[in-house]
């Protein structure tokens, strides 16, 4: 049985970040963990809440929700699908949105978001979710097509698009996922040359078996969960 405590365990990550930056010649200090809460407790939630985890993140609304309620002064992301009808929910409670991948998301958000209940001091910061793969039948938009999808996010006056998103191959080997993790990198360098990104983009890459590989590629947000909240039966 694995004794760490949850404090452990995101010590640990941030010390796997922190070597894989300096493999790449980064500043560990740019990449942040999204603990993502999918296997968590609400007990282990407030201790990463006391270790100082302060990003957290769902991919389903009610567990969002339930959580946000536990956590309320933490950064939620949401970082999956949104259906229509779970949107207004979602942005009750979520800081970010890491899931655009088309731009009728983009403007079901700007709709929302003008919303009087949901009026918000400052505009809602996302993420363009790209499909690395577009064999693989994932959400996202292809790699070709996100400069059409920035434009006309960045149109939209309510959001505020930061970066990039993607979700790398379950079963890729460490080639592949790393060649996928460039091309995502490298097209938000594009969309930074052509304005529409901010100079220092986000990149949201890598999860527990993936994020050291991310983080030398370039990933500032790492979407980790059972390495830090790990199901029952492994821990």
């Known amino acids: 049985m694995n004794s760490a405590t949850v404090a452990d365990r995101i010590a640990s990550v941030r010390a796997r970040i922190a070597l894989a930056a300096q493999r790449a010649g980064r500043d560990a200090a740019r990449v ?21 985890q302060r990003v957290f993140g769902h991919n389903r609304v009610q567990a969002l929700q339930r959580d946000h309620a536990i956590l309320p002064l933490a ?7 949104l259906q229509g ?8 409670c979520a800081s970010w949105i890491q899931v655009v991948g088309e731009a009728r998301t983009a403007e079901r958000l700007e709709r929302a978001v003008q919303e009087p209940s949901l009026a918000r001091s ?6 363009l979710q790209a499909s690395l793969n577009p064999t693989d039948g994932r959400y996202g938009c292809r ?3 996100l400069p059409a999808l920035a434009d006309a996010v960045q149109k939209l006056p309510s959001l505020d698009l930061r970066g990039l998103m993607a979700i790398g191959a379950a079963t890729a080997d460490p080639g592949s996922l790393r060649r996928g993790f460039a091309n995502l990198r490298e097209a938000a360098e594009k969309l930074t040359s052509a304005g529409v990104l901010p100079l220092s983009p ?31 039966s492994e821990r």
Not at 85 to 92: G, T, Y
Request: charged share 25%; net charge negative; proline share 5%.
């Open 143 to 145: 790699l070709d097509a």
């Open 32 to 52: 942040r963990v999204v603990a993502v809460a999918k296997t968590a407790s609400e007990a282990a939630l407030r201790e990463a809440w006391d270790a100082g």
């Open 202 to 232: 986000e990149l949201s890459m890598g999860m527990s078996d993936d994020f050291e590989i991310a983080v030398e590629e370039g990933a500032t947000l790492v979407r980790v969960g059972r390495t830090i909240f790990p199901p029952a």
């Open 122 to 127: 400052a505009r809602l910061p996302v993420l």
């Open 75 to 81: 950064e939620w992301h949401a970082i999956g699908p």
């Open 85 to 92: 009808n779970k949107l207004r929910d979602a942005l009750l």
